[in-house]
């Protein structure tokens, strides 16, 4: 329940200066992409303002994952070995426990 209305106060919000935002700049505006000739329809591009804007906004956060995730790297890779690491030991742990078992066994058998 605290997790529906976290989402309601957080993306509400956004949601609203989203839609501003494309209302506020909708006029068409071109990108050129030639800076030695801005009036090049060859390499322009004609789009509303907004376009433009979201286009950065995702842009901007595909670039920041990309960079989070080879960023932290290293600590999945460690946190595999270890992962790996663990359950040999575990498997070591439970091996011993039987022969423990089976030790402790044979010794508890009434002689004839």
Do not use: C
Request: proline content about 4%; overall charge positive.
């Amino acid at each position: 329940m605290t997790r529906k209305l976290i989402n309601i106060l957080i993306l509400a919000p956004v949601a609203i200066v989203l839609i501003v935002l494309s209302v506020a700049n909708r006029d068409t505006v071109t990108l050129a992409l030639n800076p030695f000739d801005p009036s090049d329809t060859l390499l322009s591009l004609s789009a509303p303002f907004f376009v433009f804007l979201f286009a950065a906004v995702m842009l901007g956060m595909i670039i920041g994952s990309l960079a989070t995730w080879f960023k932290q790297g290293k600590y999945r890779k460690k946190a595999r070995v270890e992962a790996r690491e663990a359950v040999k030991w575990h498997t070591e742990a439970d091996k011993q426990r039987e022969r423990a078992e089976t030790m402790t066994g044979q010794n508890t058998l009434p002689s004839a």
